[in-house]
């Protein structure tokens, strides 16, 4: 032990009034917090008279934003969003549970999201595909699922796009989480190893780093990377790819951290149920549609939005695999715009597309976070 390790009488004198200080502020904190929790249960009441959801995300999404608008410092605003999120979580828990569906096992990245969406007072609920998270969430036994949607590095997630076609859920919010990799072994370090294991989109993602670091070793796509944390803990010459969450979860260590060849790699994720959100202030309205296939269809698409001023920020093409009718192929058009569905412009924008359209769905609008 080093000499500054030993506690100075001067150092605990200079530290105590401090402390007293801290433990003062904490029983005021403690106060305020069962305070705000004593009002949001007197919300759950009215909302429980008017058998109105306890969960309004549009609500939760203002108070995040006012309280980092209003936040002087020196706490970061980043900070103070996580904590909030937790106390609306703890808050609306006393009203009732909110059960998430998400794709499974612990520890994986829709986890992460479910959590950062929902925070931890929630009942999760992981799932072994997507599709049970659809499944679980229309059945009612969850009362929200949580999907990814897309990945900055590998692009769309195909399986969701296709359920979200014909699903009686909206998307009430959206999520997004920095994805980052992690190489992971029982021992710490690579001795004896002869396979790297991961979900193949984080094989992929860590591809250019794996063949840099690793090129001698094979790799194994499983079924989640959380599984190949737990392989790695049960097999001495596995090494897994996976969120610190898992390595954690699972008791391995890390040998290398943060292996996406992409250091701003991050994945979308949509919250589904069967909520309508309200307007928040700042919204996003996702749709689906699709065109006779004629010349000009698409760009005829745009002109209703370009005329009530409605701003699109996502366009994403998927081949119709059901081809109905003639049997050429013909595409499904997934749209995000700015605005709620019941802002007067895009509403209009709406009504006059619909027109347009041999399909037509708006699969929601929600806060943009
Ligand atoms: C308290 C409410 O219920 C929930 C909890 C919230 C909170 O703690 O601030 C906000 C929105 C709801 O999800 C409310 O609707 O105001």
Redesign the pocket.
């Known amino acids: 032990m080093t000499d500054n390790a030993q506690p100075t009488p001067s150092l605990d004198a200079e530290l105590k009034p401090l402390r007293d200080r801290i433990d003062t502020l904490d029983q005021t904190i403690i106060q305020l917090l069962n305070e705000r929790a004593g009002v949001?249960m007197e919300?759950?009441e009215v909302?429980k008279r008017y058998h109105a959801p306890?969960?309004?995300p549009e609500?939760?999404a203002e108070?995040l934003r006012k309280i980092v608008a209003g936040n002087p410092g020196p706490l970061r605003g980043d900070s103070l969003h996580f904590i909030y999120r937790e106390?609306?979580s703890a808050?609306?828990a006393l009203?009732n549970t909110t059960r998430v569906a998400f794709l499974g096992p612990v520890g994986t990245f829709s986890e992460a999201a479910a959590f950062a969406a929902f925070g931890k007072s929630v009942e999760g609920q992981p799932c072994a595909s997507i599709d049970e998270v659809f499944r679980a969430t229309e059945a009612g036994t969850a009362d929200f699922g949580v999907v990814p949607v897309e990945n900055s590095t590998e692009g769309v997630v195909n399986r969701t796009l296709d359920l979200l076609l014909h699903t009686p859920l909206r998307i009430s919010g959206e999520v997004e989480i920095p994805v980052h990799h992690n190489l992971m072994t029982r021992s710490g370090n690579m001795d004896g190893v002869t396979r790297i294991c991961a979900h193949a989109q984080a094989l992929a993602q860590c591809a250019t780093w794996l063949s840099t670091h690793y090129p001698e070793i094979e790799r194994t796509p499983v079924a989640s990377n959380a599984e190949a944390a737990r392989m790695a803990r049960d097999d001495a010459t596995v090494a897994g790819v996976a969120s610190a969450a898992a390595a954690t979860n699972f008791g391995v260590h890390i040998v290398a951290r943060n292996i996406q060849d992409d250091p701003h790699n991050s994945t979308r994720f949509a919250v589904i149920g069967t909520l309508d959100t309200a307007p928040s202030g700042r919204d996003q309205t996702s749709l689906v549609v699709s065109t006779p296939n004629v010349p000009g269809a698409v760009h005829k698409l745009l002109e209703p939005l370009a005329r009530n001023e409605v701003s699109m920020t996502r366009f994403e093409s998927r081949p119709n695999r059901t081809r109905v009718g003639t049997g050429v192929w013909t595409y499904y058009f997934y749209i995000d715009i700015e605005g709620h569905q019941r802002d007067p412009k895009v509403a209009a924008a709406l009504a006059e597309l619909r027109e347009l359209c041999a399909f037509f769905k708006v699969l929601g609008s929600y806060p943009l976070t």
């Open positions: 949001a919300v759950g909302k306890a969960f309004r609500r939760e108070v106390i609306m808050c609306r009203e």
